[in-house]
């Protein structure tokens, strides 16, 4: 690990400052990273994560239509669907 260490170190001085800088905000990312990947329980499965996701979304969209009001028209199903999307416009 050390000689892994020496060599990365030795590489770095054959870098211009900004390179260096490039290096060193990308270390603090990978350890940012490991250190809240251990912190996070391996408990919150994905479909919790989608539940709290919906949950957030339609409280955004709430409080969107509470402050828009009823003003902006919706889509239709169609509209948005593939089918829709994807129709020949004149």
């Given at each position: 690990m050390e000689t892994l260490i020496a060599e990365i170190v030795r590489k770095l001085h054959a870098l211009s400052e900004i390179k260096i800088l490039e290096v060193l905000d990308f270390v603090?990312?990978?350890a940012w990273d490991e250190k809240h990947?251990?912190?996070r329980p391996f408990s919150n499965d994905?479909?919790?994560?989608?539940?709290?996701?919906?949950?957030?979304?339609?409280?955004?969209?709430?409080?969107?239509?509470?402050?828009?009001?009823?003003?902006?028209?919706c889509l239709s199903d169609?509209?948005?669907?593939?089918?829709?999307?994807?129709?020949?416009h004149p």
């Open positions: 603090e990312f990978l990947r251990a912190l994905l479909v919790q994560e989608d539940e709290e996701f919906e949950a957030t979304a339609d409280c955004l969209a709430d409080e969107f239509q509470r402050y828009i009001g009823n003003t902006i028209p169609y509209s948005v669907s593939r089918a829709g999307i994807y129709e020949e």
